[in-house]
């Protein structure tokens, strides 16, 4: 039983092949070898082609082709994990319309907060679970207002996994989960959230068909399986967004269980069987994965924080260009907890959430020209980005999240033992690692949704976790002062 997973990355396209009877991996691949970029035209704007995630991701299941592990054509189902809140729009030929504008993107961070007031700040709580604000929903209100002819042109919006699905299978469709980070879902309706539509003056006929997260949302078409080599009729049965992929594939689907993923972005996830909400939106919450229509709510608590893994990739750009991953988190280690002083924000990256959707960009506090080397500043830039996490966890917190264990994908920042331990102490919880990422997950999803499996939770019978970080007494000292004056910090930035 082959299953096919794709994974539309900010930076990357992954594509992963699993054997859905042993839940092991047969073969992945990445495209491109570099890292794509991020186009900002303007201060705080982000965008993607989404022809060239479609073009990486057909290059990716060539690569896991080319490997001759298998054969393309016995791959029975595909699933799809994409980052999140992006807007794609075509035309009826479907051609995309615009570049896509990403989930860092913050130019409609005034429309969401105007929406928010005007709706009512308690009517969006109760029913979206949110304010409308950076959202999907907002960016396509931007659209409206800016590039009237483009909005004039619009067949259907899409999430980025709604449009690699069509791209293989020419149907356009969505589920409750995409709709609800989108900002398009009312929870006490049920429904798409018609407060939404006519406020922003949205056509219902705007949104695709409406699925659920685990059924057909179409099959490849025989022109897409010749150019990609898979078997015309292929089904692709699962979709979802990257940090509910992510819990997903760590078997986390209940009440209680704690995900993390520090990619571009830095994520905590957290399940729920309670409709909950910050009355400030600094976290959010989705429908998660196996939230059904019926009652039986599963519900996912999420802290972003946008500038993570993108400043890791911008110190070694910038500052240790001859250095790679591994030899920058080596030379970190050899640095004191706290660097000797050195402090950094990580919120480069546009509006954060966790933050009020404000955007203070990143900050170097205490840098000593006769102290502080690149080791340091890269140790300094991992605790900040531990920190912000921190930070977020706090606020997580107050709607009744506290983890007491964290499951994350040993990958991306879980590779620095500098960030992992900063993390696990400065929380005070430990991190169980596993040996998964967002594309074999979305390759387990297809499983479920092909009906291979009867429970989501038999997808990871055979999953184990290959080690955990666990606090120390000592380690946890030392952040708590490290950790008060790094927020001191973000204080007074917050009150400029």
Same mark, same amino acid.
């Given at each position: ?17 699993? @054997?859905?009877?042993?839940? /092991? ?30 073009? &990486? ?6 690569? &896991? ?10 791959? +029975? ?13 075509? @035309? ?6 615009? !570049?896509?504008?990403?989930?860092? @993107? *913050? #130019? ?23 304010? !409308? ?15 009237? #002819? ?77 150019? =990609? ?7 692709? &049965?699962?979709?979802?967004?990257? +940090? ?10 209940? !009440? ?8 571009? *972005? ?18 959010? =919450? ?17 802290? &972003? ?20 991953? *591994? ?5 970190? *280690? ?18 954060? #959430? ?27 830039? /991992? ?36 960030? =992992? ?71 007074? +930035?917050?009150?400029?």
């Amino acid at each position: 039983m082959l299953l096919l997973g794709i994974d539309i990355g900010t930076s990357s396209i992954k594509a992963s092949v699993v @054997d859905g009877d042993t839940g /092991q991996l047969v073969t992945s691949a990445q495209y491109p070898d570099t890292e794509n970029t991020i186009s900002s035209p303007f201060s705080d704007w982000a965008e993607q082609d989404p022809e060239m995630w479609w073009n &990486c991701a057909v290059n990716a299941i060539q690569r &896991c082709n080319d490997s001759g592990k298998y054969n393309p054509k016995d791959i +029975q189902a595909i699933g799809i994990a994409y980052q999140m809140h992006g807007l794609v729009m075509v @035309d009826r030929e479907h051609r995309v319309l615009r !570049p896509s504008i990403i989930w860092c @993107d *913050s #130019r409609a961070v005034e429309i969401g907060n105007k929406a928010f007031q005007e709706i009512g700040e308690e009517k969006c709580l109760s029913h979206l679970l949110n304010s !409308p604000g950076n959202f999907t929903a907002s960016k396509l209100a931007w659209v409206k207002a800016n590039e009237p #002819r483009v909005y004039g042109s619009v067949y259907k919006i899409m999430l980025p996994g709604d449009f690699i699905a069509m791209k293989l299978t020419n149907s356009i469709t969505t589920s409750n989960s995409a709709l609800s980070e989108g900002i398009f879902w009312d929870f006490k309706e049920n429904a798409i959230s018609e407060d939404i539509l006519k406020y922003y003056g949205f056509p219902k006929t705007v949104l695709p068909e409406l699925k659920p997260v685990f059924s057909n949302h179409g099959e490849v078409s025989s022109s897409m399986a010749d150019l =990609t080599g898979l078997k015309a009729g292929t089904p692709v &049965c699962y979709k979802a967004g990257d +940090q509910p992929n992510n819990a997903l594939s760590l078997n986390v689907l209940e !009440p209680g269980e704690v995900a993390a993923t520090a990619g571009t *972005s830095g994520v905590v996830y957290s399940v729920s069987d309670q409709v909950s909400y910050d009355p400030l939106s600094r976290v959010n =919450t989705f429908a998660h994965v196996n939230h059904q229509l019926d009652g039986f709510n599963r519900l996912g608590t999420l802290l &972003c924080v946008n500038g993570t893994g993108i400043l890791n990739r911008w110190m070694r750009d910038q500052v240790a260009p001859q250095w790679s991953y *591994s030899q920058m988190n080596e030379a970190a *280690s050899a640095i004191k907890a706290g660097a000797n002083g050195l402090t950094i924000l990580p919120f480069g990256n546009g509006a954060e #959430r966790v933050l009020s959707n404000k955007s203070i960009h990143s900050t170097i506090t205490g840098l000593n020209f006769n102290v502080h080397t690149t080791a340091h500043l890269i140790r300094a830039a /991992q605790e900040g980005i531990a920190f912000s996490l921190k930070y977020g966890v706090d606020i997580m917190a107050e709607t009744g999240t506290a983890p007491t264990v964290i499951r994350a994908g040993k990958a991306n920042m879980f590779l620095s033992n500098v960030f =992992t331990k900063a993390l696990v102490n400065t929380i005070g919880v430990a991190v169980e690692l596993y040996d998964t990422d967002g594309a074999k997950g979305a390759a387990l999803g297809a499983g479920i949704g092909k009906g291979f499996f009867a429970q989501p939770k038999e997808a990871f019978e055979n999953m184990k976790s290959i080690g955990s970080v666990e606090p120390e007494k000592e380690l946890q000292e030392q952040y708590q002062s490290v950790y008060a004056n790094w927020k001191s910090i973000l204080d007074k +930035q917050l009150k400029n």
